[in-house]
């Protein structure tokens, strides 16, 4: 089995590093701009690995170190990349799995079925594990009345050492850029929705208590309205929420951000060059956020369920709690996020996961 994997940052190198160590895995392809360094006292069997450079932003450039006879691609790359790797993908017939959400490609789904070729994507950490955990709790009810997933990653308690009580183990334009999204959801059975500039208010935030973590703050995230069609239970799901956990007083500064418009991803021609508000606050932050040598983040999902099962009321309650293993190095994020998505393509090449 050949793969070629998209990417080779923070989640991709852990991607790389679960492949390595499978049996089914003849030779793994990297590409990105840079060749990552491997260390071998951690990464095994490091004969079946290979560097290509690649500018991903170059179409001619990505389609054909893509079409390179690989059974299966993992793309890591950023999210404003995914449309035009899963085109891609379709276009030359292989495998493709990835952690981003998958609005947006509904209309590839036939073309790939057509070449005979399965397009999974949502297979990291949230989304990934969390609708995994999900999909086998709805199979357990005969009916769903409620469904709320939670998902967070953060730096643990002993690392926090900043008023925004967060450090960074995914790019910080990409955090930002989830903060500033509306959310669709179902109270009551009514449906609601909150604008971007809304869901940072206190109002629209509540506590939940994590096992051996503490209380955090439960902020609205996108469109669980969407998932719960997804799995079916729209029919009968009275309350229904998807939510990003952090710790307690990140949500007043974010919400202060946006009110001042430094999240805006607008230019402006008298910053250096031309640069968005978001650009700079990126920039100034970053080497301050950055996760220290010997500190943990954790990774937390939590999933909980009530409806119906054997003609009773029951709930479900799953929690997920990662840390960082720092004997390899790896984040909580790398192991959450390249590792499912690993999984999910041996599946795939094993015929486990056979759907198109």
């Given at each position: 089995?050949k793969?070629l994997?998209?990417g080779?940052g923070?989640?991709g190198r852990a991607?790389?590093y679960d492949?390595?160590?499978?049996?089914?895995v003849?030779e793994?392809v990297?590409a990105d701009?840079?060749?990552p360094?491997?260390?071998?006292?951690?990464?095994?069997?490091?004969?079946k690995?290979?560097?290509?450079?690649?500018d991903?932003?170059?179409r001619?450039?990505?389609r054909?170190?893509?079409?390179?006879?690989?059974d299966i691609?993992l793309?890591?790359?950023p999210?404003?990349?995914t449309r035009?790797?899963?085109?891609?993908?379709?276009?030359?017939g292989?495998?493709?799995?990835n952690a981003?959400?998958?609005?947006?490609?509904?209309?590839l789904?036939?073309k790939?079925?057509?070449?005979g070729?399965?397009?999974?994507p949502?297979m990291?950490?949230?989304?990934g594990i969390?609708?995994?955990?999900?999909?086998e709790?709805?199979?357990?009810?005969?009916?769903?009345h409620e469904?709320?997933?939670?998902?967070?990653?953060?730096?643990?308690?002993?690392a926090?050492?900043?008023?925004?009580?967060?450090?960074?183990?995914?790019?910080?334009?990409?955090v930002?850029?989830?903060?500033n999204?509306p959310?669709r959801?179902?109270?009551?059975g009514?449906e609601?929705?909150i604008?971007?500039q809304?869901i940072?208010?206190?109002?629209?935030?509540?506590?939940?208590d994590i096992?051996?973590?503490?209380?955090?703050d439960?902020?609205?995230n996108?469109d669980?309205?969407?998932?719960?069609?997804k799995?079916g239970?729209?029919k009968?799901?009275?309350?229904t929420?998807?939510?990003?956990?952090r710790?307690?007083g990140?949500?007043?500064?974010?919400h202060?951000?946006?009110?001042?418009?430094?999240?805006?991803?607008?230019p402006?021609?008298?910053?250096?060059?031309?640069?968005?508000p978001q650009d700079y606050?990126?920039k100034?932050?970053?080497p301050q956020?950055?996760l220290?040598e010997?500190?943990?983040?954790?990774?937390?999902?939590?999933?909980?369920v009530?409806?119906i099962r054997n003609g009773?009321?029951?709930?479900?309650?799953?929690?997920?709690i990662?840390y960082r293993d720092l004997?390899?190095?790896?984040?909580?994020?790398n192991?959450?996020?390249g590792?499912?998505?690993?999984?999910?393509?041996?599946?795939?090449m094993?015929?486990?996961?056979?759907?198109?």
């Amino acid at each position: 089995m050949k793969v070629l994997v998209l990417g080779c940052g923070m989640q991709g190198r852990a991607v790389i590093y679960d492949l390595l160590k499978s049996d089914i895995v003849t030779e793994i392809v990297g590409a990105d701009m840079v060749e990552p360094k491997l260390n071998p006292d951690i990464f095994s069997h490091l004969d079946k690995f290979s560097f290509v450079t690649i500018d991903a932003n170059d179409r001619i450039d990505l389609r054909k170190k893509m079409n390179c006879g690989a059974d299966i691609i993992l793309d890591m790359l950023p999210r404003e990349l995914t449309r035009i790797v899963t085109e891609l993908a379709v276009e030359i017939g292989t495998h493709l799995v990835n952690a981003n959400y998958g609005k947006g490609l509904d209309d590839l789904h036939d073309k790939a079925v057509a070449k005979g070729i399965s397009i999974m994507p949502e297979m990291g950490f949230d989304p990934g594990i969390d609708l995994v955990i999900a999909g086998e709790a709805v199979r357990q009810f005969d009916e769903i009345h409620e469904l709320h997933s939670y998902g967070g990653g953060l730096p643990e308690a002993a690392a926090i050492d900043n008023p925004l009580k967060y450090k960074i183990t995914w790019t910080f334009a990409g955090v930002l850029d989830s903060t500033n999204q509306p959310a669709r959801m179902m109270k009551n059975g009514e449906e609601i929705h909150i604008s971007a500039q809304d869901i940072y208010k206190v109002e629209n935030i509540h506590l939940v208590d994590i096992p051996g973590v503490g209380d955090l703050d439960a902020i609205y995230n996108r469109d669980a309205l969407l998932f719960a069609e997804k799995f079916g239970i729209e029919k009968t799901v009275k309350s229904t929420g998807r939510y990003t956990l952090r710790w307690p007083g990140f949500a007043p500064i974010i919400h202060t951000w946006m009110k001042f418009g430094m999240l805006s991803k607008e230019p402006l021609d008298w910053l250096p060059e031309n640069m968005s508000p978001q650009d700079y606050l990126c920039k100034l932050l970053e080497p301050q956020l950055e996760l220290g040598e010997q500190e943990r983040d954790v990774c937390i999902l939590r999933v909980d369920v009530k409806g119906i099962r054997n003609g009773q009321p029951e709930r479900y309650l799953y929690h997920v709690i990662d840390y960082r293993d720092l004997e390899t190095g790896f984040t909580a994020m790398n192991r959450t996020v390249g590792f499912p998505a690993s999984i999910a393509a041996q599946m795939i090449m094993k015929g486990e996961i056979s759907e198109k």
